[in-house]
């Protein structure tokens, strides 16, 4: 088995690779060749969680898991355990905090390549985390992105994501003082926070933008008002179980009535072409993004078979 640390992983994951790699995956899903579980939580003593995802695909022949855990104040150190198909068994195990970061980012790259505008230039980000510069990036792998506008509380964090992403992607980024400032006149908004309470009101977004919905994995959490909710004409999911019980923008909306869930497609349906994508030029499209255990067996596959050609890694005897 081949053991691959975040230093490996941030070397054969590049984001552009990774949008392909996640647009296979989907493509794969829609088809009914991939199969994802949905991540459980367990309680830790004090607070935290122990969390496991999972997900099989048989055109990359291989199924795994994703497993991480962590206490209050203190981050979750993640690992991707990989199985080969023919013949079954472990492969390699990844160290995947970045793995994590740059599949999340990569999903949102192919929900926007389907359901944003064809001639869209700008993007709005709300969030300056980590999370926050794989979606911009990867949402500038699949669209002529010129400009961006990002917003967070701490001014000092905004705009060094400002400096650092306009440098690493060559391409004008100002740091502003509102949500309402960074999407105001944008054609594409991601939300990557963790905050409780809407972040982005439906009535600040321009006809015609997609929102990546990236944050909010807890139904105590929500980025999103009803009002943005009841104003998407299009709303995909990564996963629609998974999203029933996590999606908390969708599960406050469906408790007052703002939508239903027969309105939600997945993201391998519009990938598969089994549905139509963006209904108009003026609709307003969002995708409500879990991070699903899948996206992590396809994400480090990839790397993995990429190790093995270079020579990287540690090969170890079970």
């Known amino acids: 088995m081949l053991l691959l640390s975040e230093e490996n ?35 830790l003593p004090g607070g935290g969680s122990h969390q ?12 795994g898991l994703k497993t991480y ?22 492969v390699a195990l990844l160290s995947a905090n970045a793995l994590g970061a740059i599949r999340t980012g990569a999903a949102s790259g192919v929900a926007t390549k389907y359901m944003a505008r064809e001639d869209a230039q700008s993007v709005g980000v709300i969030g ?20 961006a506008w990002v917003y967070s509380p701490t001014p000092e964090r905004r705009a060094a994501f400002a400096q650092e992403m306009a440098a690493s992607l060559g391409i004008a980024i100002e740091a502003v003082e509102s949500a ?22 439906g009535e600040a977004i321009r006809p015609g933008t997609h929102i990546n919905a990236a944050g909010s994995n807890s139904w105590m959490r929500r980025e999103l008002d ?6 998407s004409a299009l709303i995909v999911v990564d996963d629609l179980p998974q999203a029933k019980t996590e999606a908390g923008d969708l ?26 994508g963006r ?5 307003i499209t969002l995708f409500e993004s879990q991070g699903i255990g899948m996206e992590d067996v396809a994400a480090g596959m990839h790397v993995y078979r990429k190790a093995i050609e270079r020579g990287l890694g540690q090969q170890v005897e079970l």
């Open 251 to 276: 599960i406050w909306a469906y408790e007052q009535r703002a939508f239903q869930w027969e309105q939600v497609a997945e993201l391998g349906q519009l990938a598969a072409k089994r549905i139509p």
């Open 180 to 201: 309402e400032a960074a999407v105001a006149k944008a054609d594409i908004v991601a939300t990557i926070t963790n905050s409780r309470d809407p972040v982005l009101k």
């Open 69 to 90: 855990a962590g206490g209050r104040g203190s981050g979750s150190n993640m690992l991707v355990l990989l199985y080969g198909l023919n013949p079954v068994g472990p």
């Open 52 to 63: 496991v995802m999972a997900g099989m695909s048989t055109a990359l022949g291989a199924t």
């Open 9 to 43: 992983v941030r070397e054969l994951l590049p984001m552009k690779e990774c949008v392909e790699v996640m647009d296979r995956l989907f493509q794969d899903a829609g088809a009914g060749g991939a199969v994802n579980a949905s991540r459980y939580r367990i309680p």
């Open 226 to 231: 009803e009002t943005a909710i009841k104003r």
């Open 279 to 283: 209904p108009s030029t003026d609709a």
């Open 128 to 147: 300056s985390g980590r999370q926050a510069r794989t979606q911009l990036a990867a949402i500038c792998a699949v669209r002529p992105i010129t400009q």
